[in-house]
C-alpha cells in the first residue's frame, strides 16, 4: 500500500504570495495532520482534521488554513507569505484522532523555500 | 505545558559502536503515550515506537531498544553495534490530547546521529 504522498516536493514562492501544498494519506487513514519543520528544530503542529472538520490547531497566525476533502485528502493553504514560512511542511495520517496509541505516519513533506 | 527535550543535539560514533538518545519529558496528563521517529536526509518521518505511560516494561526489537522510566520522566533510546545506515535525526514525541477527540504530537529539538566506518 502507498504510504502518505505529498506533492510538491519542492516549492520556491517570493514574499506576498500564497502557497497550496497537498497530502493524500494511507488508504483507510481518515485522520490528517499538518507540522511544520524550521530547519534545525523538530516538527511544530498546525492542524488536524477528521472526517473534514478541522479537529486542532496549532499555534499558527491566521495565513494558515486547510481543509480535508471527501476522499480523505487534505490542502494546507499559506497567504502572504513570510521568510520566515521557509520550512519543510510534513503531512501526517492515523486512522482517526480518538485514539492517541494510533501513530502518526508521515509523508517525505514539501520543502518551501521564500526569496 | 507538555514539553520534551533531547539535550544532545549531535552524537557521532565509530561503526559497531553502542549509542543512547535521551528523552526527557513533561507532562501534567496520567495517561500519556510517547514515541520515537526516525529522520533520513530524505525527510520522512519513520515510526519506531510507542510506549504507553501504564506499561513500563522495557522493549527490544532487533538492534533497537527503548529504557522507559516513569519516575525521572525519561523515555531513552539504545542502538546497539551502530551501522552507518542509522546516520539520521531522532525525534522523541509526547502526544498531547485536545479538543474533540484530537491530538497532537510534541517534538523534542531532534538528535543527529552521526555512525562513522
Known amino acids: 500500500d502507498a504510504g502518505v504522498t505529498q506533492s510538491p516536493t519542492h516549492l520556491i514562492k517570493t514574499r506576498g504570495q500564497h502557497v497550496t501544498l497537498r497530502c493524500s494519506p494511507i488508504s483507510g487513514h481518515k485522520s490528517v495532520s499538518w507540522y511544520q519543520q524550521v530547519l534545525g528544530q523538530g516538527p511544530q503542529f498546525i492542524f488536524q482534521y477528521y472526517e473534514k472538520e478541522e479537529r486542532g490547531r496549532g499555534n499558527f497566525p491566521d495565513r494558515f488554513s486547510a481543509r480535508q476533502f471527501p476522499n480523505y485528502s487534505s490542502e494546507l493553504n499559506v497567504n502572504a507569505l513570510l521568510l520566515g514560512d521557509s520550512a519543510l511542511y510534513l503531512c501526517a495520517s492515523s486512522l482517526d484522532t480518538g485514539n492517541r496509541n494510533q501513530p502518526q505516519h508521515f509523508g517525505d513533506g514539501t520543502r518551501l523555500s521564500i526569496l | 505545558a507538555q514539553k520534551v527535550t533531547q539535550a544532545q543535539t549531535e552524537i557521532s560514533v565509530v561503526e559497531k559502536e553502542d549509542v543512547t538518545l535521551d528523552c526527557v519529558y513533561e507532562?501534567?496528563?496520567?495517561?500519556?503515550?510517547l514515541f520515537w521517529y526516525k529522520q533520513p536526509p530524505s525527510g520522512e518521518l519513520v515510526f519506531l515506537i510507542r510506549r504507553n505511560s501504564f506499561d513500563e516494561q522495557n522493549e527490544i526489537s532487533g538492534r533497537y531498544s527503548w529504557n522507559f522510566q516513569k519516575s525521572t520522566s525519561s523515555f531513552n533510546f539504545t542502538i546497539t553495534a551502530s551501522q552507518v545506515v542509522d546516520s539520521a535525526v531522532y525525534f522523541c514525541?509526547?502526544?498531547?490530547?485536545?479538543?474533540?477527540?484530537?491530538?497532537?504530537?510534541?517534538f523534542g529539538s531532534g538528535t543527529r546521529l552521526l555512525v562513522r566506518p
Open positions: 507532562t501534567r496528563d496520567t495517561t500519556y503515550y
Open positions: 514525541a509526547l502526544s498531547e490530547a485536545g479538543l474533540d477527540s484530537s491530538y497532537k504530537l510534541i
